[in-house]
């Protein structure tokens, strides 16, 4: 874990740094960092100078320029950096969410059925879902869990989504071990 101490505000546009920068692979510009968090192009600059002197970002000069997060950026979110991770299929509101990828599941209350709760972390953004909403998660590489539930809430900056568990299988088919 980090000993950076990021404020709600610097974690919550670092976030969208990362998750922009994973959907392009390019420098990503300040403007759609601002558009990602609903602020103005200028706070997202003046944050953006804090970052950099904290070694998270760096900026990339010219017409294709922007920011990059660099690695302590992912340490400091306690974020895994993964080449190729393995896809872990989602769908929201019966469509196939193609934009980021499912990094954990943590489950909480199995033992009381009806008080059970899914914490999904999400590797992209989870703006666009809606307290409500119906998730399924799944199946998983190995062990072919799968998790259909009904969002109970959410956390923009940590990319969290908490689900109300409606139907929990595993394996949801042929595990491959």
Do not use: F, W
């Not at 809606?130 to 998790?147: M, N």
């Amino acid at each position: 874990m980090s000993s950076i101490e990021l404020t709600p505000s610097q974690k919550t546009i670092l976030t969208a740094l990362i998750n922009l920068h994973r959907e392009s692979e390019d420098a990503v510009k300040g403007e759609d960092i601002a558009e990602e968090v609903d602020r103005n192009p200028g706070t997202i600059r003046n944050q953006m100078q804090s970052l950099k002197a904290l070694q998270l970002v760096e900026g990339v000069p010219g017409p294709k320029g922007g920011y990059k997060p660099t690695a302590t950026a992912y340490e400091a979110l306690d974020i895994q950096q993964m080449d190729e991770p393995a896809a872990v299929p989602m769908t929201h509101e019966g469509e196939e969410v193609t934009e980021g990828n499912v990094e954990g599941i943590d489950l909480s209350s199995v033992h009381h059925p009806e008080l059970c709760r899914a914490e999904i972390h999400i590797q992209g953004s989870v703006r666009d879902i809606h307290e409500g909403d119906t998730v399924v998660v799944g199946p998983t590489p190995l062990s072919k869990l799968k998790v259909e539930g009904t969002v109970d809430g959410k956390d923009d900056t940590a990319n969290i989504l908490i689900l109300k568990i409606d139907d929990m299988v595993a394996p949801a088919e042929e595990p491959q071990h």
